[in-house]
């Protein structure tokens, strides 16, 4: 499901991208061509379908979250508990 939060997202980073294409520097750092260890290929890296991701999320009860997410959460959490 695509939400107008995940769409507004995806426009933006359009649009960075395109400009970051078209420039050396980008927020001051250094913009150069990805360098990877192997070529792309989705099919091989990545068999299985795209909602098995749905699966795995449904079976965690319907809440991702990432590392970062999880760390500022707890650090919240930390400082209200404190109070």
């Known amino acids: ?5 995940s769409i ?3 426009i933006g980073a359009q649009f960075s991208l395109s400009a970051i294409a078209n420039s050396d520097t980008w927020r001051g750092l250094k913009v150069a061509p990805e360098n990877r260890c192997s070529p ?3 099919k091989t890296q990545y068999p299985y379908p795209q909602s098995v991701e749905d699966d795995i ?7 991702y979250m990432g590392h970062i997410q999880a760390h500022i959460l707890s650090q919240i959490l930390k400082q209200i508990l404190s109070i």
């Open 8 to 10: 507004t997202f995806l």
């Open 1 to 5: 499901m695509i939400t107008k939060l």
């Open 57 to 63: 999320v449904a079976s965690m009860g319907g809440l």
């Open 40 to 42: 792309y290929d989705k």
